[in-house]
Nanobody, 123 residues
């Protein structure tokens, strides 16, 4: 079983940066692929980024490629999402996710979800 707890969201001006953290607990954490989804008001949950359990492989949505970086520190049981050059279109609730299979881009492909952390980008 895996529990995911996100933090680091907040209000930032366009062009600014935020780093989201996802603290994970569970005896099989290092064997799980991790990722991030986001959900803006009135929209469905959108894939953002994924990372393999060893951290050697990553995948990004086209909308964030080149601006966001996903990485993990397994010694701290923590996954991060570094977000740079933020725009108002990045405003959403961001969710940390985990599953045994790497590379999924659909919500149903992830078994474990955090509660979400709000990111708001002002103009």
């Amino acid at each position: 079983q895996v529990q995911l707890d996100e933090s680091g969201g907040g209000l930032v001006q366009a062009g600014g940066s935020l780093r989201l953290s996802c603290a994970a607990s569970g005896r099989t954490f290092t064997n799980y692929a991790m990722g991030w989804f986001r959900q803006a008001p009135g929209k469905g949950r959108e894939f953002v980024a994924a990372i393999s359990w060893g951290g050697g492989r990553t995948y990004y949505a086209d909308t964030v490629k080149g601006r966001f970086t996903i990485f993990r520190d397994n010694d701290k049981n923590t996954v991060y999402l570094q977000m740079n050059s933020l725009t108002p279109e990045d405003t959403a609730a961001y969710y940390c996710v985990a599953d045994r299979t790497y590379g999924g881009t659909r919500p149903y492909q992830y078994a474990y979800w955090g509660q979400g952390t709000q990111v708001t980008v002002s103009s």
